[in-house]
């Protein structure tokens, strides 16, 4: 086994979770090696959406303050969209109220009842984070080698392999092999790329009726992501055309202009479902620290910097936060 030091970290995972947990872990002074078996572009991480809202994810009372701190960096690194790629966007969630007994939408700043003229139906207008995965992923590991910290190449079989004091897996649905969590899920969403007609505000309508959720989020390059799905238990990363169709035809119903839209690409990934994230820490026989940190469902993004934040506390021998 290589020597480490004491304040020696092995993140295991290169999405958006394992990234973030290095650069927390990285920028408070831990010397830190990212351990990935695929860089990150090849993760579920690069062709999420990426619109900041949980979706997806439980235990609801932990996620609320995730959500919350993640929410105050990427309202930070709005400021620097060129080279962070996150940009506060309008739009509109159809379907949603405002309810100010609700600690998260009574928390979001300048979240309303959204006009009859930006949605037919209830639904709610808010300034959100919006992400362009590709070059917040390349920022987020350009941070990283800044801090002094480092990715390499390893497929990993079991965590004690890793030869530093602690070490922290952030595999998501990777974690059903490497740890046994047989409680892991994929939940395989599809997405079509499209050229955008014009749209420059991003809408999420659900439809209680089918339990389908639409969603159109503007991006740069003059893209326009179109989604989506949330398949229980598929694993294929191989776009459907006739789901790809019907995507196309949802979203029109919502914004006409999409039909005849071109098509640029297609988008699959699977979402590590669980009934719960798992964010807690253990000892291996030997001592060693290895910090959990997955199962994140459809919300990676959304709470990737609380997530990282309290994985770096744990990492450090703090307490794990408490629900807000």
Request: hydrophobic content about 40%; proline content about 7%; some cysteine.
């Amino acid at each position: 086994m290589e020597r480490a030091a004491s304040g020696d970290v092995i993140v295991i995972g290169s999405g958006v979770i394992g990234l973030t947990t290095a650069v927390v872990l990285a920028e408070t002074g831990r010397r830190v090696r990212v351990w990935t078996r695929e860089p990150a572009e090849a993760t579920t991480s690069a062709v999420a959406g990426a619109l900041w809202w949980p979706y997806r994810i439980e235990p609801e009372g932990l996620v609320r303050g995730w959500a919350l701190r993640s929410l105050s960096v990427y309202r930070e690194l709005a400021a620097r969209p060129g080279e962070t790629g996150v940009r506060m966007v309008e739009g509109v969630l159809g379907g949603s109220r405002l309810d100010a007994e609700d600690p998260l939408t009574s928390r979001v700043p300048g979240l309303r009842a959204a006009t009859d003229r930006e949605y037919p139906g209830p639904g709610l207008w808010a300034r959100l984070p919006l992400i362009d995965m590709p070059v917040f992923l390349r920022g987020l590991r350009a941070r990283l080698l800044a801090a002094g910290g480092g990715i390499e190449t390893r497929t990993v079989t079991d965590v004690a392999e890793a030869p530093a004091p602690t070490v922290v897996n952030c595999t998501g649905l990777g974690a059903r092999e490497l740890v046994g969590d047989a409680s892991l899920r994929p939940v395989r969403g599809q997405l079509v790329v499209v050229r955008n007609p014009g749209v420059d505000t991003w809408l999420v309508a659900s439809d209680p009726a089918t339990g389908t959720t639409s969603y159109l989020f503007p991006q740069p390059g003059n893209r326009l992501v179109l989604g989506g799905t949330a398949e229980d238990d598929a694993w294929s990363l191989t776009p459907d055309p006739r789901t790809a169709e019907e995507i196309v035809r949802r979203c029109a119903g919502l914004c006409p202009e999409v039909a005849g839209a071109r098509v640029l690409g297609h988008l699959v990934g699977l979402r590590p479902g669980r009934a719960t994230v798992r964010l807690e820490h253990e000892k291996l026989p030997d001592g060693r620290t290895v910090v959990h940190n997955y199962g994140h469902g459809g919300a990676g993004v959304t709470v990737a910097w609380g997530c990282a934040l309290e994985a770096a506390g744990l990492a450090t021998g703090r307490h794990r936060a408490t629900s807000d």
